[in-house]
């Protein structure tokens, strides 16, 4: 779902500040389009690349659903917020899915760090 601004979903109403986001509960991923403006104004990340890579990372959210690991994740992340890149296959899906865009073969942690990797697109 394509929203600006807030939306309702069956996880509850969403504004803006929540960013693109998941709910497991209607199984639907919601991306406010605002997101994408504050990418390209506040970190310079205008292009395709990084967009893709957030709508890859809402459907791993999705996959980690599937697979029924989602809520041990979530819950992993709130006790470990240090590991919470590491426990979630979400950024996992979305390095995957895009690595062949990229060109890069580190890992997504290490392609990430260098913001540029984000204007690609």
């Known amino acids: 779902m394509l929203f600006r601004d807030a939306i309702e979903s069956a996880c509850g109403f969403a504004e803006a500040a929540s960013g693109p986001f998941y709910c497991p509960g209607d199984r639907r991923v919601y991306i406010d389009l605002s997101f994408y403006d504050e990418l390209k104004q506040r970190f310079g990340a205008a292009g395709d690349f990084a967009q893709a890579y957030v709508l890859a990372h809402e459907i791993g959210h999705h996959v980690q659903n599937l697979l029924g690991t989602e809520p041990r994740v979530r ?23 895009l690595a062949p865009a990229s060109g890069d073969t580190r890992p997504l942690n290490a392609r990430f760090s260098n913001r540029a990797t984000w204007r690609k697109g």
């Open 75 to 97: 819950q992993a992340q709130r006790s470990r917020p240090d590991l919470a890149n590491n426990l979630s296959v979400s950024h996992g899906v979305a390095g995957r899915l």
